[in-house]
């Protein structure tokens, strides 16, 4: 009887620790997961090979840059400083995009965007990204997303990613946003 009662305990104590350990193990897609810096609004912040401040956020009707090219519709405009942190190689921002619950949003190559926008090592350029966003977000959280190049086309460097978060009903609806001009930080 003793015995017994010895088997079960064991049985439930292993069957405990396996419940414990396939909640413990990471998801399948950990391995190729981004470890973000995590960035404020005005304060700058660092990863392996990309440096950004982002100085402001809007929420508009209606976009237009210093060129005359103007959408209208609902926009989160980003306005942000950034530059290279050890290398101009593929020193592109190649990754812009905001996560709004299970939708992903990227930034818009219309007007004066600063996607795709060169940045050189150590001195920062500024301009403006834009999402243009469906109606039915505007009260919901939002995560931007800006990172490097890797590699390979499309890729993004897991190490080199910063996010911010953003709470889009905090922020008031502007009736119209202009794009700033690329060009260097002050």
């Known amino acids: 009887m003793k015995k017994h009662i010895l088997i079960w305990v064991a049985t439930v104590a292993l069957l405990v620790c ?5 909640k413990a193990t990471l998801p399948d897609d950990a391995p190729n997961a981004a470890f973000a810096s995590v960035a404020q609004i005005g304060e700058q912040a660092s990863t392996r090979n990309l440096v950004a401040t982002v100085t402001d956020v809007h929420l508009a009707d209606r976009v ?3 060129e005359g090219w103007s959408a209208d519709g609902t926009w989160l405009v980003v306005d942000l400083e950034a530059a290279a942190g050890v290398t101009q190689d593929q020193s592109g921002s190649r990754l812009a995009e905001l996560t709004i619950g299970d939708r992903t949003f990227s930034a818009t190559d219309r007007g004066t965007s600063f996607v795709d926008q060169r940045l050189v090592t150590g001195v920062p350029r500024s301009g403006s990204l834009a999402f243009e966003l469906p109606d039915d977000v505007t009260g919901d959280r939002a995560t931007l997303r800006l990172g490097m190049p890797g590699s390979g086309l499309g890729e993004v460097v897991r190490d080199t990613v910063i996010e911010l978060s953003i709470d889009l009903a905090a922020l008031p609806v502007e009736a119209e946003v202009l794009l700033d001009e690329n060009g260097w930080a002050r």
Do not use: R, Y
């Open 18 to 22: 396996a419940w414990g350990v396939s």
């Open 64 to 66: 237009t840059d210093a």
